[in-house]
Every structure is written in structure tokens, then in C-alpha cells.
């Protein structure tokens, strides 16, 4: 009896504490992480609207001391350029020879970084004169590029994030852009505002706000209908074109072949 009572009594509390595990563990998936946090979706507000360039093939957007210097793409088309906001008149410009696709732009300190598509070459541009400083080259191909103000980003299409120190001009680390747990593609222009990158997603008129760290997409904004049917002249391509003014904290939209540039206030809905 002694033993039968013993071995009742070890079972029956083995199987307590089994049950026990089983509900602690449950109630601890259930507790929400920053990872299962929910992504929130952002909405704007146009502030302004200024006229835009229409043959502009815009691959790079950047805001810098009042004036807008834009990177355009298309073989034969190619520029970098710098331009009046509220006029849109070009103020200084260079062409890049026929065969060169241009790509993203970004300022880093006194220089301008201007990737092309397909030709794996970077220029590297004195940001007072647009004279080459030098060149570069990298074996993917040049989407996006931005900088964290240590460090150049670059996007090539693919869910990778490439850090690239602007000296050396060689990679550092990279991320990988996650929603979910799944990898995000066809990350086009970039802009790094505020330890977030803002990164358009081609072939559609959606921006991710990506955490720089981690690679994860923190929140959505959807312009679909920031063009209005007017604005429509048959040529109108996509969504393209990021610029941050840190001054008044607005984001500067275009996209290529699009007449106008729009000043946006963003509101985060969570």
C-alpha cells in the first residue's frame, strides 16, 4: 500500500507541474513583443505643392540648406541636378554619359553620391561645383541610397540594406528588410530620417518606414491618391522620390515623370 500510495502521489504531482509548464508557457506567447507589435499605418497631409520637371525620370530626392537636388535616370537621360523648390527651375545640372542608367543620390557632408543601375559604378561629386571627385563600383546593382550621417545605405531591389563606409567606400554590414517575418522587396529610393528609413517600393505607391537596426517595417504610408486625375498626362510613372526637411520635420514627394513635388505632414494612426 505504502508504495502504490507513493508512486499515486509522485505521478499525480509530475503531471501538476506539466500542466502547469503548459499554461506558463502559453500565457508567455501570448504577451506581445516589440517583434509581434502591430505595424501601424500612417496617414498625410499636402501642404504645399510645387511644379516638377515632367521629362524628370526622378531616382534620388534630397533637401539640402533650401534647395532640391534630384538624381534622374533613363539611358540618354541621366542627370544630377539642382533646383529651385518653388519654381522648379534648374539651377546647376551635369549629364551622365548615354551609357550610364542613374540611379539614388545622397549628400554626405561635402559630397554628393550619385549609383547607377546596372553598370555597378558610383560618382562621387564635390556638392559645390557637381565636379567628380571620384568613382566607385559594387556588384549589385544601385537602387536607393541615403546615409544614417556615419555610414552610406544602398538598396539594390532585393530585401537587402547595404551599409557602405563613405571613405573606404566599402561594406560595412548589412540588413535585411522583414514584415512578419518576410522579406520585403523591390526597395527602390531610400531616405534616412531619425534612425527609420523611408523606402519606396517599386511599382507601387507605398513607402516602408524600416528600422535601421533590426530591418523591420515599423509602419506603412499609402499615396496612391495623393495624384489627382489632372495631374495625369499619360506618362506619369511611379511613386519615386524621397526628401526630408529636418527644419519643419515635412517630407518632399515626387515620382518619375511626375508635374509636381508635394510638401507632406505625417501622422502616425496607432
Given at each position: 500500500?505504502?508504495?502504490?500510495?507513493?508512486?499515486?502521489?509522485?505521478?499525480?504531482?509530475?503531471?501538476?507541474?506539466?500542466?502547469?509548464?503548459?499554461?506558463?508557457?502559453?500565457?508567455?506567447?501570448?504577451?506581445?513583443?516589440?517583434?509581434?507589435?502591430?505595424?501601424?499605418?500612417?496617414?498625410?497631409?499636402?501642404?504645399?505643392?510645387?511644379?516638377?520637371?515632367?521629362?524628370?525620370?526622378?531616382?534620388?530626392?534630397?533637401?539640402?540648406?533650401?534647395?532640391?537636388?534630384?538624381?534622374?535616370?533613363?539611358?540618354?537621360?541621366?542627370?544630377?541636378?539642382?533646383?529651385?523648390?518653388?519654381?522648379?527651375?534648374?539651377?546647376?545640372?551635369?549629364?551622365?554619359?548615354?551609357?550610364?542608367?542613374?540611379?539614388?543620390?545622397?549628400?554626405?557632408?561635402?559630397?554628393i553620391?550619385?549609383?547607377?543601375?546596372?553598370?555597378?559604378?558610383?560618382f562621387?561629386?564635390?556638392?559645390?561645383?557637381?565636379?567628380?571627385?571620384?568613382?566607385?563600383?559594387?556588384?549589385?546593382?544601385?537602387?536607393?541610397?541615403?546615409?544614417?550621417?556615419?555610414?552610406l545605405?544602398?538598396?539594390?531591389?532585393?530585401?537587402?540594406?547595404?551599409?557602405?563606409?563613405?571613405?573606404?567606400?566599402?561594406?560595412?554590414?548589412?540588413?535585411?528588410?522583414?514584415?512578419?517575418?518576410?522579406?520585403?522587396?523591390?526597395?527602390?529610393?531610400?531616405?534616412?530620417?531619425?534612425?527609420?528609413?523611408?523606402?519606396?517600393?517599386?511599382?507601387?505607391?507605398?513607402?516602408?518606414?524600416?528600422?535601421?537596426?533590426?530591418?523591420?517595417?515599423?509602419?506603412?504610408?499609402?499615396?496612391?491618391d495623393?495624384?489627382?486625375?489632372?495631374?495625369e498626362?499619360?506618362?506619369?510613372?511611379?511613386?519615386?522620390?524621397?526628401?526630408?526637411?529636418?527644419?519643419?520635420?515635412?517630407?518632399?514627394?515626387?515620382?518619375?515623370?511626375?508635374?509636381?513635388?508635394?510638401?507632406?505632414?505625417?501622422?502616425?494612426?496607432?
Open positions: 500500500m505504502f508504495l502504490y500510495e507513493f508512486f499515486s502521489k509522485k505521478y499525480y504531482l509530475t503531471g501538476i507541474m506539466i500542466i502547469l509548464c503548459i499554461i506558463i508557457f502559453n500565457f508567455a506567447c501570448t504577451i506581445p513583443t516589440n517583434a509581434d507589435a502591430e505595424i501601424s499605418s500612417l496617414s498625410y497631409q499636402v501642404l504645399e505643392v510645387y511644379p516638377h520637371d515632367v521629362k524628370a525620370f526622378t531616382q534620388g530626392l534630397v533637401w539640402k540648406d533650401g534647395l532640391l537636388y534630384e538624381g534622374t535616370g533613363l539611358y540618354g537621360s541621366s542627370s544630377l541636378r539642382k533646383t529651385d523648390l518653388k519654381t522648379g527651375k534648374i539651377l546647376q545640372q551635369i549629364t551622365l554619359s548615354d551609357n550610364f542608367f542613374g540611379e539614388g543620390i545622397t549628400i554626405f557632408k561635402d559630397r553620391y550619385q549609383l547607377t543601375w546596372k553598370e555597378q559604378t558610383g562621387v561629386y564635390y556638392l559645390e561645383t557637381f565636379q567628380l571627385s571620384e568613382t566607385f563600383s559594387y556588384e549589385h546593382e544601385g537602387w536607393g541610397i541615403t546615409h544614417d550621417g556615419e555610414n545605405i544602398v538598396s539594390d531591389g532585393t530585401p537587402i540594406l547595404r551599409f557602405i563606409d563613405p571613405v573606404s567606400l566599402k561594406e560595412i554590414k548589412q540588413i535585411k528588410v522583414f514584415e512578419n517575418e518576410k522579406p520585403v522587396f523591390m526597395i527602390n529610393e531610400l531616405e534616412y530620417i531619425n534612425g527609420k528609413i523611408y523606402a519606396n517600393i517599386w511599382q507601387t505607391d507605398l513607402i516602408a518606414v524600416i528600422d535601421s537596426e533590426s530591418g523591420k517595417v515599423i509602419s506603412w504610408l499609402d499615396l496612391s495623393i495624384l489627382k486625375p489632372d495631374d498626362n499619360g506618362k506619369i510613372d511611379v511613386l519615386n522620390g524621397i526628401a526630408f526637411d529636418p527644419e519643419n520635420e515635412h517630407l518632399l514627394i515626387t515620382g518619375k515623370l511626375w508635374p509636381k513635388v508635394f510638401r507632406i505632414k505625417i501622422f502616425d494612426n496607432r
